[in-house]
C-alpha cells in the first residue's frame, strides 16, 4: 500500500464542528483507506494524518464528506 500525508486545515470557526461529527460518525473513511496516525498543530487548525490506500481516488471520497469544514492537501510519500 502506498502512504500518505494528508493536510487538513481546519476552516475558521469550525474546530469545534469538526470533533463533534467525529465523535458521531467517526473518519468517514471509505473502504480502502487506512488512517495510520494523526497529529493535530499547537494552534488546533492543522492536523496531519498519515494514511495508506491502494487507489488514491478514495481521497476524494473520503473529502467530500468532510469539505464543508476542511480544505484538505494531499501529498503522496515516497
Not at 475558521?12 to 473502504?31: A, S
Not at 494552534?43 to 468532510?66: G, H, P, T
Request: glycine letters at 4%.
Amino acid at each position: 500500500m502506498k502512504k500518505y500525508m494528508v493536510v487538513e486545515n481546519y476552516k475558521k470557526g469550525c474546530y469545534e464542528k469538526i470533533y463533534e461529527r467525529y465523535h458521531v460518525q467517526g473518519r468517514l473513511l471509505p473502504d480502502g483507506l487506512h488512517f495510520l496516525n494523526s497529529w493535530v498543530n499547537k494552534d488546533q487548525s492543522i492536523c496531519f494524518q498519515l494514511m495508506e490506500a491502494n487507489d488514491s481516488e478514495l481521497f476524494s471520497e473520503w473529502f467530500r464528506k468532510w469539505d464543508d469544514l476542511v480544505d484538505f492537501e494531499l501529498y503522496p510519500i515516497d
